[in-house]
Structures are given as structure tokens and as C-alpha cells.
């Protein structure tokens, strides 16, 4: 990646525009999670101030703060966050007896990842201001394990919500909610900008859904 896209003044305002539309969003999020007493934004509130703990370390990064322990919380929360963001979905079924075997995988899959990241031995792997590096394996497998059912969890019942009762407004908010679970999987690619259009435009969806 070369150009304007590589610059650190992009990342820094990428970084800091997606924060600024984070923050206030996360915030809405409780109220409602708090006011309406569900269980589906309780989960999706803690699900993007995770979000917005991973926007908020990519702002530090951007600015070549970093080291062992920040990369960690990173990539712990990018994880979490697809969690939370599938308990969400999965209470929206009403299924007690999915959303408990669901709970019980959330909570394994967890300590797995917790547990690979304090094992494992992270260096530097910034690379044009952003997360892009090979992981230790452990990471990659723990990561993978948490996220990728977690991800076609949201993908399923988004389309079973919306076949069920359709709705822009909702099919906003899972579709928001799906790309930005999967932003975070972005710092691999080759194209780390990628990362910070896929956060952008999954805020922005997030936000057309809530308002």
C-alpha cells in the first residue's frame, strides 16, 4: 500500500473520525440497552464499546504508540467484540436452549484466547501504522475458534430476522453489525485501509439503524 491511503495523517483521521462516531453510538447503546431492559442491545452495547476500546488502541497505534500489552487488548477485544455482538443476535431467537449451549462455547472460546494471549509472545507487527503481521499460531487457532462460528451465527439469524419480519431499520443494524465483526480480521490483508472503510461504513450503518 502506497500513497495517500499509507499515510499516517490518513490512519490519524481515519482513526479519530471512526472514534468520534463510536463513542457517542456505544453510549446510545447502553441508554437503550438499560431503558428497554433487552438482552439483545445489553449484549450489542458491550459489543461495541469493545469496538470502541479496538478504534480507540488503532488511534494509538496510528500515532506508533504500541507495544506487547496494548497489541494484546487489541486483539482480545477484536475478538470478544464478535462474541458479544453473536450473543446479541443469538438472544434475539428466544431459544433457551441454543442461547445457553451458545453461552457455554462464549465462555470456553474465551479462556482459550485469554489464555493464548498471555502465553504467546508478541513482538512489533506495525507495519504502516496498523496491526499487520504474522500472529503465533495459538492466537491465529484461539481467534479463529471464537470468531468464525461467531460470525456465521450473525450472518444466519440476520437472515432468519429478516425473512421473519422484514425491516430496514433492523436489517440496518445487523447488517452494521456484521462488518463490523468482521473489520477487525482486515488487518491481514494487504490493503490494511480496507480495516478503517469497513469500520466506517459499518458505524455509519449502525447509526441509520438506531436513529
Known amino acids: 500500500m502506497s500513497g ?4 499516517e495523517v490518513f490512519i490519524e483521521f481515519s482513526t479519530l473520525l471512526i472514534l468520534a462516531l463510536t ?12 431503558k428497554k431492559k433487552g438482552k439483545s442491545q445489553f449484549y450489542w452495547s458491550v459489543g461495541l464499546w469493545l469496538f470502541t476500546a479496538g478504534v480507540l488502541l488503532e488511534v494509538f497505534f496510528s500515532f506508533n504508540i504500541y507495544n506487547a500489552v496494548l497489541i494484546k487488548i487489541y486483539l482480545a477485544a477484536v475478538a470478544f467484540l464478535v462474541s458479544f455482538l453473536a450473543l446479541g443476535s443469538v438472544s ?12 457455554v462455547f462464549f465462555i470456553l472460546s474465551g479462556i482459550f484466547v485469554v489464555y493464548s494471549l498471555i502465553v504467546s509472545n508478541i513482538g512489533n507487527i506495525l507495519t504502516n501504522y496498523v ?9 491465529v487457532i484461539s481467534s479463529s475458534i471464537m470468531t468464525f462460528p461467531a460470525a456465521i451465527i450473525l450472518i444466519l439469524v440476520a437472515a432468519l430476522s429478516y425473512r421473519k419480519k422484514p ?5 440496518s443494524i445487523i447488517a452494521g453489525v456484521i462488518i463490523v465483526s468482521i473489520a477487525g480480521s482486515l488487518y491481514i490483508a494487504h490493503f490494511p485501509a480496507f480495516l478503517y472503510y469497513s469500520e466506517f461504513i459499518g458505524i455509519l450503518l449502525l447509526w441509520l439503524g438506531f436513529i
Not at 425491516?167 to 436489517?171: A, I
Open 4 to 7: 495517500l491511503f499509507a499515510s
Open 23 to 34: 463513542v457517542p453510538l456505544a453510549a446510545l447503546m447502553t441508554y437503550k440497552s438499560f
Open 92 to 103: 434475539l431467537l428466544k431459544n433457551r436452549l441454543f442461547y445457553s449451549y451458545y453461552g
Open 131 to 139: 496491526v499487520f503481521g504474522i500472529l503465533p499460531l495459538l492466537v
Open 167 to 171: 425491516n430496514k431499520k433492523m436489517l
